[in-house]
């Protein structure tokens, strides 16, 4: 299911407090798309709530408790959120409490070393850009299936074999972060000036996502301004089908 | 969580690499992470065991015969990957090929879900 345009900027935010939750990507995007189709079915009768992400989080929070207890085989995720529960998360539904925006460790999940670089683009556009399984396989002009696999053996990896949702230590940052503006980039790339889902609009959306949540990497500000001075030229940058230099 | 760090080796170490590599080796494998380890011995020494038509064959040597052969194993307790890869990358440091693989290690019983 594709996340309307108006969820777009909510999507990562609600997602990767989620996979902060339950630590489990799965459940996270299941739970996210149903407080997303609740939305969209309320908020145009009832109005957008005063915190929307809140709102969102809270609602898909408790789609997934439902779900787990329903389930009660995973006793140990219950033990889990019953931790979790008593830590920071009391909210109801009309007492909106800030989340902590954990995006940041979600990409820097979605970007370990320990993937393969085609499953890391893949599975930020899907989990940071809320883009569906089909845009990303249309966009990389993958077979669907293909596509659907590669992100579920994503997902069962990170879960499985405990690929860490944190922010790397300093020392490993500068590798770590390194990678991650590589994936940006490459998604910036792959969608430049032709016809498909949008990568370029969404690369920049995640740069300024980057930037904002590292404001002091000049490495994330650089290629953000790289990033819009090229789409910037978007339009002029061919003539009559010759491309144009710079200097023109 | 537990990882086994399989480790790969080729027939092409010398002595004197393979006395280096064991002598680095020693100490990480006392430390406390380390719930258990393997040394073995070369694949001609080992015994395929196969069931055909109700019956049990024996091969003398390994199942898959590769020039890279498993040569031991180490399983430790971490709290990541972040921290097992960590780990291989320091054995593998000390070694002058081949490679370590890193498996999460499951811990349910088998047939208990």
């Avoid at chain 1, 902060?20 to 908020?43: K, P, S």
């Avoid at chain 1, 997934?64 to 909210?91: C, G, N, S």
């Avoid at chain 1, 770590?176 to 609009?201: C, K, P, Q, T």
Wanted: include cysteine; aromatic fraction near 6%.
């Amino acid at each position: 299911m594709a996340v309307d345009g108006v969820f777009r900027d909510h999507w990562g935010r609600v997602l990767a407090t989620l996979v902060g939750m339950f630590r489990d990507i799965e459940l996270a995007e299941d739970v996210a798309q149903e407080a997303f189709a609740i939305a969209a079915e309320r908020w145009p009768r009832d109005g957008e709530p005063a915190n929307p992400t809140a709102w969102l989080i809270t609602t898909a929070r408790n789609r997934a408790i439902d779900q787990i207890r329903r389930q009660q085989v995973l006793t140990e995720k219950t033990r889990l959120i019953a931790h979790e529960l008593t830590q920071h998360l009391e909210p109801t539904m009309d007492q909106p409490t800030t989340f902590r925006d954990e995006r940041l460790e979600l990409i820097f999940t979605c970007c370990h070393p320990a993937l393969s670089r085609e499953t890391q683009v893949a599975l930020t556009l899907r989990t940071l850009g809320g883009l569906s399984t089909e845009e990303i396989a249309r966009a990389f002009l993958t077979p669907f299936d293909t596509m659907s696999k590669r992100l579920t053996r994503a997902k069962h990896k990170i879960r499985d074999a405990g690929i860490p949702f944190a922010v790397p230590e300093d020392h490993e940052l500068p590798d770590r972060l390194a990678a991650v503006l590589v994936i940006v980039y490459l998604v910036f790339n792959e969608g430049w000036g032709d016809g498909r889902v949008d990568l370029a609009a969404e690369a920049i959306r995640l740069g300024w996502a980057l930037v904002e949540l590292m404001p002091d990497e000049s490495e994330a500000l650089g290629l953000l301004a790289l990033m819009l001075l090229n789409d910037a030229r978007r339009d002029a940058r061919v003539r009559e089908g010759v491309f144009v230099p710079l200097d023109e | 969580m537990q990882y086994a760090l399989l480790i790969y080796s080729t027939e092409e170490s010398t002595p004197e690499e393979r006395r280096v590599v064991e002598a680095g080796v020693a100490p990480v494998l006392a430390r406390p992470y380390v719930t258990s380890w393997a040394r073995l011995h070369a694949p001609q020494t080992a015994t395929t065991v196969r069931q055909q038509q109700g019956e049990t064959l024996l091969t003398d040597g390994p199942f898959v015969d590769t020039k890279e052969f498993l040569g031991g194993l180490i399983v430790i307790e971490a709290d990541n990957l972040d921290v097992a890869l960590a780990v291989a990358a320091e054995l593998q440091a000390l070694r002058p090929s081949s490679a370590i693989e890193v498996r999460p290690v499951r811990d349910e019983v088998p047939g208990g879900g």
